[in-house]
């Protein structure tokens, strides 16, 4: 069964940096997708970043991109988000998400459609809060 455990959230001020980290166990894939989404209250959840590990293929949605870096760490089974500059936007629940995603792998789909479209990831993490102040 898969697991996944994300740390690293808290609250910070506009302009400064967070580092999420989401500690996966019970994968037996050689390759798969990690994703990080977000959810605020109120709103729909959104896809943030994510990595295919197979070809190292990553995702960025265009509100992130420059500030944020998903990154894997082979070693530990483990995958990062490092969130700089922050902005009060930036307030949710984040979520560590990772999928098989056979299409990715097979090239029907790449990162980025998988993470914006369906089928969704099926496996989640249960959160951690990011509290961005002005």
């Known amino acids: 069964q898969v697991q996944l455990v994300e740390s690293g959230g808290g609250s910070v001020q506009a302009g400064g940096s967070l580092r999420l980290s989401c500690a996966a166990s019970?994968?037996?894939?050689?390759?798969?997708?990690m994703g990080w989404f977000r959810q605020a209250p109120g709103q729909e959840r959104e896809g943030v970043a994510a990595?295919?590990?197979?070809?190292?293929?990553?995702y960025y949605a265009d509100s992130v991109k420059g500030r944020f870096t998903i990154s894997q760490d082979n070693a530990d089974n483990a995958m990062s988000l490092q969130m700089n500059n922050l902005k009060p936007e930036d307030t949710g629940m984040y979520y560590c998400?990772?999928?098989?995603?056979?299409?990715?792998?097979?090239?029907?789909?790449?990162?980025?459609?998988?993470?914006?479209?369906?089928?969704?990831?099926?496996?989640w993490g249960q959160g951690t809060q990011v509290t961005v102040s002005s």
């Open positions: 998400a990772a999928d098989p995603c056979p299409l990715v792998k097979s090239g029907v789909l790449n990162i980025a459609t998988f993470t914006r479209g369906e089928p969704d990831f099926g496996n």
């Open positions: 019970g994968y037996t894939d050689s390759s798969y997708c």
């Open positions: 990595l295919y590990t197979g070809s190292g293929d990553t």
